[in-house]
């Protein structure tokens, strides 16, 4: 009974809070049949994340794929017994095998992140290792909603785009960004300086995700907090940004955020199958193509539906504090923006 009680509470924490309690959840009797295929499924990442997608009742097949390492991780996994039938794939000869059929795919393929290595610095690996896998899904499964973890996402996604547009098959309500990582880590630090329980935090994040790409709009905050200052919140905006080398340095070297991405990851996951499956009010933020900004792609809140984006929400009433910061990490997210547009369009 124990076990069954830890289960049912993991389950439970992949309900976003602020959901009401008639659309957070189908019996698997009741939920549609979904694939969902996890790439790079045998990282850092991809293990707790399969994990997690395992728990979800929305899913009804699971796709773990990786270069290496992944029968063991789908063996383990599928001894849980939840509703998902769970199958590894190994190599690029399995990958067409993974991904035919599947409603979401889920892309946190590529290296870690290392001291003192920027989000940046990751390019060039990473960068060449998603436009490999994008190339496939636009073959074996086109209509399928992408969740780009793989850093640097600020030009990962970008470059998914130009892959999409090379094949015919870009669909831009069914491309995000996950920056789900940056609204977890602004709801616990501004419950933990507001005194506020977390579970009934909500903090929009904008923007993009790296440094001062990312914009914590803690003047839209709720509950509404009285008590936290000016220069609270200036720290709070700085901690958010810099939550990633945190965990970094914290780790010394052998490792970067795995677990809590792989957490965010899930949550994305979890409402994008809700969309999916026709339930009502689904609103997280995330990085689209967006016209919120004179950018191409930008990170607002954006309600979600049975074709994947169905409203890329406005920013809503700025402070003048993020109003500065806006407007400050236009030039490094346009940046970034175009350099994924420029590698994925290099022979």
Do not use: W
């Amino acid at each position: 009974m124990r076990t069954t009680a830890m289960l049912k509470s993991i389950r439970s924490s992949l309900k976003t809070s602020s959901a009401a309690v008639s659309r957070r959840s189908y019996s698997s009797e009741s939920a549609p049949e979904r694939k969902v295929a996890i790439l790079g499924a045998a990282g850092g990442i991809g293990q707790p994340l399969s994990l997690l997608m395992k728990l979800n009742p929305l899913v009804s097949s699971l796709s773990l794929y990786d270069i290496a390492g992944t029968p063991g991780v789908a063996a383990d996994v599928s001894h849980i017994n939840t509703r998902s039938e769970v199958v590894g794939y190994m190599g690029d000869e399995n990958l067409g095998k993974a991904l035919e059929g599947a409603d979401v795919v889920i892309i946190p393929a590529g290296v870690p992140r290392k001291p003192g290595m920027t989000r940046d610095d990751l390019f060039n690996i990473n960068a060449g290792i998603v436009k490999g896998l994008c190339t496939a899904i636009a073959k074996y499964c086109p209509h399928a909603l992408v969740n780009m973890i793989s850093n640097p996402v600020n030009s990962t996604v970008p470059i998914a785009s130009e892959v999409f547009k090379k094949a015919g098959t870009y669909d831009e309500k069914k491309l995000f960004g996950v920056t789900t990582l940056d609204v977890v880590r602004a709801k616990t630090f501004y419950a933990g300086k507001a005194k506020v329980p977390v579970a009934d935090v909500n903090v929009p994040v904008v923007g993009g995700h790296a440094g001062i790409t990312i914009l914590p709009l803690f003047s839209q905050a709720t509950p509404q907090a009285n008590n936290i200052s000016d220069e609270e919140i200036v720290a709070l905006t700085k901690r958010t940004q810099d939550g990633g080398t945190e965990v970094v340095e914290a780790k010394a070297g052998k490792g970067s955020a795995t677990l809590s991405m792989a957490y965010a990851g899930a949550i994305f996951a979890d409402a994008c199958l809700k969309g999916l499956n026709g339930v009502p009010d689904v609103v997280e933020c995330s990085f689209v193509q967006s016209n919120v900004t004179e950018l191409p792609f930008f990170a607002s809140k954006v309600r979600l539906g049975k074709n994947g984006v169905e409203e890329v929400l406005g920013l809503g009433s700025l402070s003048d504090y993020e109003k500065q910061g806006l407007e400050a990490l236009l030039p490094e997210l346009k940046s970034s923006i175009e350099k994924g547009i420029k590698f994925a369009n290099q022979s």
